[in-house]
């Protein structure tokens, strides 16, 4: 399908409530340079929506990060994230830009935003990719789990701008020094008339997002419904805290009331890529690996030998979790 209107892909630079631009964007840049290669060297553009004066401090980062065009809509109504005030900025902008791809990070924030974006454009939307891709015709080529995780689906879409989302921590960073002169456009706030139906009172965090913090944990010790009930899951905690880890779960023991959902890994979890992940009690279901097979090593404690973990695990041990974890805390704390 030959495209000789739309050009460029465009990222929504997705700011932090703290007021820092949130991982993911730098993770999509990284991946749309690779698709900009593939299309011919296309410019990578972000959008960035935020309170009066904001842009100022980040013009520095986007230059040093490649981004080609900032397009930012500055106005103190944006301070806090309105799914009517961004779903419009963004699609007045798609329609005067014309990008030919549009990358969004599926956060909360880009879950909410993305799709009303892509019905408002009457576009597709291929949701929590865990790659992307520039096929032989030069469109995109998103990949995502389907069929409960059983297949993976690479989807094209025939409209533009050609939409995905991609979970936080699904692609690597390759930090290179990319400086360009990054063009910085100031664009028009229209949303006087935009009805925004909802006003945020207050913002709490939850104890569990406090507490957990998966997305930059560097070892993550997981457990599985092997791990068969709370003294199970307080012997995890044991073990991880003596080496540094991050608690983390499967669903099997989220749905038996051992973990909170906020720590599950896996393809309705989180995604994370730990320097080490040690799965205990796991089987290794598709749809669980499908969430840590970036892990840089990955160890499995497992009583079954023939369980499919073992098949992507770096170390092994075959082993009663109830044995191996305290000899292990008894040789070394
Ligand atoms: C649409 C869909 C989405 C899903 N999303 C997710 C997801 O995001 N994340 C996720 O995790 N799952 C997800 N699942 C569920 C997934 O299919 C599996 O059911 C789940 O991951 C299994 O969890 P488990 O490995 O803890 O349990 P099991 O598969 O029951 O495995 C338990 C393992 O523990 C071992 N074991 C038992 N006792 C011991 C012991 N004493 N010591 C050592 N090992 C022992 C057993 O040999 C077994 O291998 C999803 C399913 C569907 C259909």
């Known amino acids: 399908m030959p495209n000789n209107e739309n050009s460029g892909i465009l990222i929504y630079a997705q700011l932090t409530r703290e007021e820092y631009i949130h991982t993911v964007f730098?993770?999509?840049?990284?991946?749309?340079?690779?698709?900009?290669?593939?299309?011919?060297?296309?410019?990578?553009?972000?959008?960035?929506?935020?309170?009066?004066?904001?842009i100022n401090s980040f013009k520095e980062s986007f230059q040093n990060m490649g981004v080609n065009k900032v397009y930012y809509f500055e106005d103190d109504n944006l301070k806090n994230y309105s799914t009517e005030y961004y779903s419009k900025l963004i699609v007045d902008l798609v329609g005067v830009i014309k990008p030919e791809i549009l990358l969004i990070g599926a956060t909360n924030q880009g879950r909410d935003l993305a799709p009303r974006i892509a019905a408002s454009l009457g576009t597709g939307l291929t949701a929590d990719c865990?790659?992307?891709?520039?096929?032989?015709?030069?469109?995109?080529?998103?990949?995502?789990?389907?069929?409960?995780?059983?297949?993976?689906?690479?989807?094209?879409?025939?409209?533009?701008?050609?939409?995905?989302?991609?979970?936080?921590?699904?692609?690597?960073?390759?930090?290179?020094?990319?400086?360009?002169?990054?063009?910085?456009?100031?664009?028009?706030?229209?949303?006087?008339?935009?009805?925004?139906?909802?006003e945020l009172l207050e913002f709490k965090k939850t104890v569990e997002t406090l507490i957990n913090d998966l997305d930059s944990a560097e070892i993550i010790v997981a457990g599985g419904k092997g791990l068969k009930n709370q003294k199970g899951f307080e012997l995890l905690k044991r073990f991880a805290d003596s080496i540094g880890g991050t608690v983390a779960a499967t669903r099997g023991a989220?749905?038996?009331?051992?973990?909170?959902?906020?720590?599950?890994?896996?393809?309705?979890?989180?995604?994370?890529?730990?320097?080490?992940?040690?799965?205990c009690g796991i089987s290794g279901a598709v749809q669980h690996t499908v969430g840590m097979t970036g892990s840089e090593h990955i160890i499995a404690i497992n009583n079954d030998e023939n369980a499919p973990i073992f098949e992507i695990a770096d170390t092994g041990i075959v082993g009663d979790f109830f044995d191996v974890v305290p000899e292990y805390l008894e040789t070394n704390t």
């Open 26 to 54: 730098f993770e999509l840049l990284d991946k749309a340079k690779d698709l900009s290669q593939k299309l011919g060297g296309v410019d990578v553009n972000a959008v960035f929506i935020s309170r009066n004066g904001l």
């Open 130 to 198: 865990i790659d992307l891709d520039i096929n032989e015709k030069g469109q995109l080529a998103a990949t995502r789990p389907t069929f409960g995780g059983q297949l993976m689906a690479t989807i094209l879409c025939k409209n533009y701008p050609q939409m995905a989302t991609v979970r936080p921590n699904v692609f690597k960073v390759h930090s290179v020094d990319d400086k360009v002169e990054t063009e910085f456009v100031s664009c028009p706030v229209n949303i006087s008339y935009v009805k925004n139906s909802v």
């Open 254 to 279: 989220i749905e038996m009331g051992l973990a909170p959902a906020s720590i599950q890994v896996g393809q309705t979890g989180k995604t994370v890529h730990p320097k080490i992940y040690i799965a």
